[in-house]
């Protein structure tokens, strides 16, 4: 990084300050740093500013340097965990399984090393815990807890001899985690500072210190070896209630372990100084957060003298904004360095992956069989695609066929390697997976494929063997879905990182990577509330009270520890630009950064500050389109072809519901994807439900059915719905779980149709079936715009039957819904989806109570036997419903139409379905309910 022509940034002070006192011999100094990014640029700093050579001093991060003081070495956190779980599974007689324990156990080590890194009396705020617990979960009536909270307040009072326990078996092994290692030092700190060989410790650019933090390096201060530099500005510092200065006025006041005093080095006063511009930009969504960010970099790009950004960095507060940004960012410019890695997370491997465990958690679970659906959702993959469709064999499913064995699935190399049973088992999962990874590693490589996949390739690798090395040191894994929930810890924290060039060119990165830096020119996105400062919680099992009273971090502190980055970041800049999102939304999104309203609030004269909203003129259509698609002569061609074929009441629903819709599905032809489930859904259902009832009444169409036949069919109906259930069910499927509730509900629903004919037969009216599932058809004439045309209609009643008092009941059962209308007072009420069973069972009127045989070829439209229809009914048996039956009933100025004017009536309301739907003139359109778009198959193409 180049420096600025004018100011030293807070490194180069910190090298200048070093090498003032002349010498070229630094090697029993140590500089020690927040981070080990910060020790680049310092290097970078000294060979600068040296001009001879030197022996440089040794630049370690805090971390680093207490560890190389500390008698452990650093452990990560799946050792961390799976020792633990060797401690928790010694020290009670009925642990539960690593799957379970992992859910809680990560709280339990990040809270006893933030307990050690504040050198924290562990018995004592364990106890304290224990007590809290006890008082929260007491019982003012009984006075006796319960057996569930005893065992919470049991689990309570282990968790200080799970931590003494820990640290035992951590300390025999020479390993430990953070905490642990700053505990050690900092009780010991005398002894470790005689011991050590360093002469010198610098400690630069440090502001929020643990406890153990605090008392090392006061002791090296205090030994004489060690000096304190600060990076911090009058502007806060010096501000008695100023977030951003909280930790140093601590200091400074002398509220710490650590004192130093009212004058330190070094505190400047440049936010109230030097000249500054700083420009807010509001915009809409994260995409337009990435192309004003690309914009700005392209004007400097323009005037810079070079193709390389020096001294320029853009700062991502949401993790999110990254991909789009690389999009945006100039092709033209040379040198860029990514400090933020690309998780794994995201990666077309990493999502095969995650389906592989899927197909095999399931494997075992139902008997050694892999389950079609998920087989296909791996073949249908697109990272699998990569290696070419001849990959894959074709298989032959069957035609209820949803569970595959592996002879199914073995005809390809890749097939063997994905589909074999070895994989079942956690080693030969790993090993499987490793296999499959080199596979693919091969078949990229051979090709020249995606390189970035290629680094994913490895890194999974790596993670498998991990894996694999930590099962057998100390065991535990001993299911797929065990392992598959340490996969993902593991894989939540992996990253590629991207390789550039630290010291030149552009930065990007995140807030906690800037620290100890500076620039001249900062591009921060993502200045929105909740993400500066971050409105994420940390899991803790000590509540605010306690973190409190024992001095641990809380959101106060938290967000004083932002706020001084943020204002850090802005002592040395000459430009500013904070860009956020200004999309507001229910959860308070679309709020720029409260410390951005505080500097604006607080602002000297010296800070330029300019206002921009970025207003995008995106037209309604674009996230919502209005789709319209014209009747072409090939679309009236299908429309007449299925005129001679029939159109059904469905599909004429259909039309009237939305005719875009119609459209997609009986014009165009598409159809829904073929789903594969292993329990009933609701067709099927539904199915099930009228075979079981057409069964029951089939012996006696033409028969009068009395009492004493009804609770025949009662006693009847369970064997027989259990025979129609297995036929819709898929052939490995037993009746069981979801089917067997499923099952159940089926049954309550024939009993209900049963019941109620049972007290329709106690009134007085005898029930005579007539037919049964009876296939219905006419022709239907229609005049549209002076053309003649006919269209068949062609349907299937579930059940037409006469009362004793002469009426015919035109009948179909419902399984699903009820809230239908079967009352119509008004004709405009057709427009709504809810009349559309109503418009069914009159769509079955006009086609009852006509034949072909009585159709003259001579009439423009459709005439009807008036005496026919006397006593033609109409009527929906809901089932779900404690009434059932609901008879189609209209009116007209209050009063209810009744045989030939039921019978015109809806004549009429058909006539204009096909009317419509004959017109060339009307382009099928999206319907403006949008209610009806929630479970349609082609709401995703709409955009609703």
Sequence with gaps: ?????????????????????????????????????????????????????????????????????????????????????????????????IELFANWAPTFLSDVNELDLNLIDAEDIFAQLYSVERIARWNPETGIPTDFQQKHLSFVKQLFPYYKRLREVLASRKVGYQGMAFRSVAENVEKVIAASEWENVWFAGFNALTISEEQILNAWQQSGKGKLFWDVDAYYADDAVHEAGHYIRRYANGYSDLKIGKEYNWKANRLATDEKEVHLIGVQRTMAQAQVAGSILANKLKKASDSTLANTAVILNDEQILIPLLSSIPTDLQGINITMGYGLLQSQSAVLIEKLFKLYIKFAEQGNRFFLEDVLAIKEDAFCRLVGAEAFSNFKTGNKLVYLQEEHLNGSKLEKLLFNEELCSVVGFLNGLKGIIAHFGLKLSVNNGDSLEQEFLFLLDGLAQRLLDLNEEFGGIDSIKTLHSFWKQLLRHQQLDFVGEPLNGLQVMGMLETRNLDFEEVIMLGVNEGNLPSSSHSNSYFTFDIRRAYGLACQNERDAVTAYHFYRLLQRAKKVYLVYDQDTDSLGRGEVSRYVRQLMMEKKSNIMLREWNLEQEIPPNVFSPEITIEKSEDAFVKIVAQAERGFSPSALNTFRSCSLKYYFRYVAGIKEKDQFAQSIDHAKFGTAVHDTLEELYSPYVNKPVSEEILKEMKAQAKAVLEKKFAEQLPSASDLICKNLLAFEVAETYVMKALNHDII???????????????????????????????????????????????????????????????????VDEFVSPKSDHAFQLLTYLVMYSDSPSRHREDEPVLSLSKESNQSIQPTVFYLRSQKVEFPITVQHEKAELLGSDLLDYATERVTEVLSSLFDKAEPFAQTEDRTVCAYCDFKEVCQR
């Design 1 to 97: 990084m180049l420096p600025f022509a004018n100011m030293k940034t807070f490194l180069e002070d910190i090298a200048e300050e070093l090498l003032k006192g002349g010498g070229n011999d630094f090697s029993k100094t140590c500089i020690v740093l927040p981070n080990r990014r910060a020790g680049v640029f310092f290097r970078d700093a000294i060979s600068r500013q040296s001009n001879k050579a030197i022996w440089a001093p040794t630049v370690l991060s805090i971390e680093d340097f207490v560890f190389s003081l500390s008698d452990v070495a650093k452990a990560d956190q799946t050792t961390l965990l799976f020792s633990f779980y060797e401690v928790y599974r010694q020290s009670v007689s009925d642990p539960q399984t």
């Design 760 to 826: 329709t037969v106690r009134s007085g009216q005898l029930i005579t079936p007539l037919q049964l599932e009876e296939d219905l058809m006419c022709t239907v004439r229609v005049q549209v715009k002076g053309e003649a045309l006919s269209a068949n209609l062609k349907g299937k009643a579930d059940r037409i039957d006469r009362l004793s008092n002469g009426t015919i009941r035109l009948i179909d059962y419902k399984s699903g819904a009820f809230d239908k209308k079967t009352a119509i007072k008004f």
